[in-house]
């Protein structure tokens, strides 16, 4: 039920879609004796575009999230496996044209996947996607992530895969399920840095502890960044409505208790 919940919900409280909304609700306003209310709320929602879209909203939202977890020194680093979440690429975009290559904005997190198994060659490498999807037959994106590996020259006895998940929550679950890490056993897990502290809060709260190891990075770190303008206000929306969700997926699951903390951050 909180699956289902969370898909549905998620259409409304993404920052984009809410001013969507707005404007539809504030347009329609215009031709009843609500008038004035409209105007209001369709300035609102055209000037939050502007700042979603041009502005800077969408890196003031997502800086806190991508600075919160700094890669960990690699001389520090004897992990017993690397798991990788998914979204590194477009599984029902791979099961149409019958080609793992469907790589996405986050596609890092499989290249970067493919260098960590490169460097530890002992490490076990570890898929957790299925289908985030509500309906429909659809193909889970482990094993396409898998099949890019191993025609990368990764040994496919060194993959383990699970597809059931759907959510970071059952990426959490499932995973611990099936590789059973002992105490002490060093797990990266490799996701992108604006979802690491809603990732690792789910991993803590599951009782994996594991070594958050970010990548696919959306802003460069520097002050002048939180005040650039956006030449394709797509490009703006698109990390506006991606922080946002992040933001609200950490209060919903501390709210459920589904995190350890409502702002997970390294260990003391």
Known sequence: M?????????????????????????????????????????????????????????????????????????????????????GGLDPYLAAARGTPQALTNSGSRITEAIALALRFPNARLVFSSGSGQLTGNLPDEAHYSGRV??????????????????????????????????PGDQWLLVTSAIHMPRAVGIFRKAGFDVVPYPVNYQTNGTKADLWESNIDASNGFVLTNWAGHEWVGLFIYRLMGMTDALFPGPRR
């Open 2 to 86: 909180f699956y289902f919940a969370s898909k549905l919900l998620g259409i409304f409280v993404l920052p984009v879609n809410a001013l969507i909304i707005l404007s539809i609700i504030g347009a329609g306003a215009l031709f009843t004796r609500f008038a004035k209310a409209g105007r209001i709320l369709v300035a609102l929602a055209a000037l939050g575009c502007l700042l979603c879209g041009f502005g800077p909203a969408g890196t003031i939202l997502a800086r806190p999230l991508e600075d919160r977890f700094p890669q960990p020194p690699t001389l520090s680093l004897h992990p017993r496996g690397i798991i990788v979440l998914g």
């Open 149 to 182: 590996v191993t025609a990368l020259g990764i040994a496919p006895s060194r993959i383990t895969y699970e597809y059931r998940s759907r959510n970071t929550f059952e990426n959490a679950i499932f995973t611990r399920d099936l590789v059973k890490p002992n």
